[in-house]
């Protein structure tokens, strides 16, 4: 069982081992706490279902400011950390820590999916990636390693909402003219021909789709590169459970730097280009303008949600690069540097190729000839040249 501790500034949980003293980590994709030391395994019990909340209620109550940083005392060695995260594992003995969130003036967590790939399948997935990064540094390979990589919670709002467009634009329906054009031929005699040209008629359009909408996930943080965080979905929320902090025992979890209001103005912008969409299929016809959309919003609900997520970084050439793996799917996302030696060199061998075939070509004579492309093509294709090339052959060339 977890333990609250009120050392230092901020509340937080411990989690000492029932049978051993040591302390406990989630273990991921088996719902337990476990100890690393003795194996005993503390199951993590379901508290109830996730809702959602009602945004219109979090815009009329005042929040204060949250402190930019909070200080934990662990329940073990009795060291004291400065962090901004929700939880870490102490920088002295390693005993993880969860704050109690509320202490802190922020929104609560409402929900986590929690950690469900572990360290083992997570280096699965980053070996198969580093393997598939074509021309990339051999620097690359350090990013398998176990020392690279540590677990993170990510928090992102979600937005429920139910929307009302009135648009005006234009719907265009085809037709077809034949249209006469004159052609000259090889021998300067002027044709007369005809064809078929497609032509559009225009016709004001105008009227109201409504579309619900249903978890639109907005990032949190800012910490993390967006184009990155989008490239992990999907996600399976379905299986979110609602927060405890035992879900978070031994990995990081940042606190959201993006206010709930801020994201629900991303989360509108999400929502637009799929009104549009309703807008075109109302509009009918073969082509569609849509000038102006008005969006009426509401019951608009929020949830705050952490996802889970596992971050490595190495640096190549002074340069840091950052690779997410999605710790449900085992999707892999991130920065590759690209090798220059290895891309020379295989332009250099490729070039060596082409000129051996069309000097063989130059040199034969008649029935030979094509005998020498058939070879030259064969050397490219024969599993043992092509390992001589070893891995600055792009399987696409």
Partial sequence: MAELTEGGTTAHHAYPCEQCGASVEFAAGTGT??????????????????????????????????PAT????????????????????????????VAEVEALGLVEPEA??????????MQSALQKWVRSRWFAPSALKKVVSAEQAHGVYLPHWTFDAQTRSAYTGQRGEHYWVTETYTTTDSEGRSQTQTRQVQKTRWYPASGTVA????????????????EHLAKLSPWPLEQAAQYQPD?????ETLRYDVEPEAGLDVAK???APVIENDCERDIGGDVQRVHHVDTGYSEITYKLLLLPVWIATYLYGGKPFQVLVNARTAEVVGERPWSVWKIASAVLVGLLL?????????????????????SGLALLGDPAARESVGP??????
């Fill in 354 to 374: 082409v000129a051996a075939v069309v000097w063989l070509v130059a040199t034969s004579q008649d029935g030979g000839a094509t005998a020498t492309v058939y």
């Fill in 33 to 66: 706490l476990t100890c690393p030391y003795c194996g005993h395994a503390q199951q993590v019990t379901a508290v109830g279902e996730v809702r959602e909340h009602d945004f219109a209620s979090l815009a009329a109550t005042p929040r204060a400011a949250a």
């Fill in 247 to 251: 879900y978070l025992a031994g990995y």
């Fill in 269 to 271: 912008q999400k929502m």
């Fill in 70 to 97: 909070h200080e934990y005392q662990c329940g073990t060695c009795g060291a004291l950390t400065t962090s901004g995260h929700l939880s870490q594992k102490c920088g002295f003995c390693g005993s993880p820590m």
């Fill in 392 to 397: 600055y052959m792009d399987p696409g060339v």
């Fill in 112 to 121: 986590v999916l929690p950690f469900g790939v572990d360290r083992p399948s």
């Fill in 211 to 226: 579309r619900a909408f249903d978890d639109v996930l907005v990032a949190g943080t800012g910490r993390v590169m967006p």
